[in-house]
């Protein structure tokens, strides 16, 4: 069985009483998203290279960008 993924925990966090059981999008959901966008739009404000690959392509990219990020982020926390 694989281990379970590191997905950084909230993007946005807020405390109690703020919140009940809603702790909104991961950290990882929210680095895939920001990868994603980056994917999507060049600097010329055209569609990129990715126009060409399919949504689930796209977004099994989006995701290991943001395991990545994940990694480097603990890296750094230590």
Known sequence: MSEPINDGGPAFPLKAPLTIDCLGMSLRDYFAAKALCGMEITAEGTMGS??????????????????AMLIERNKNAK
């Open 50 to 67: 990715s126009f060409f690959y399919s949504p689930s392509a796209l977004a099994t990219r989006a995701y290991a960008i943001a395991d």
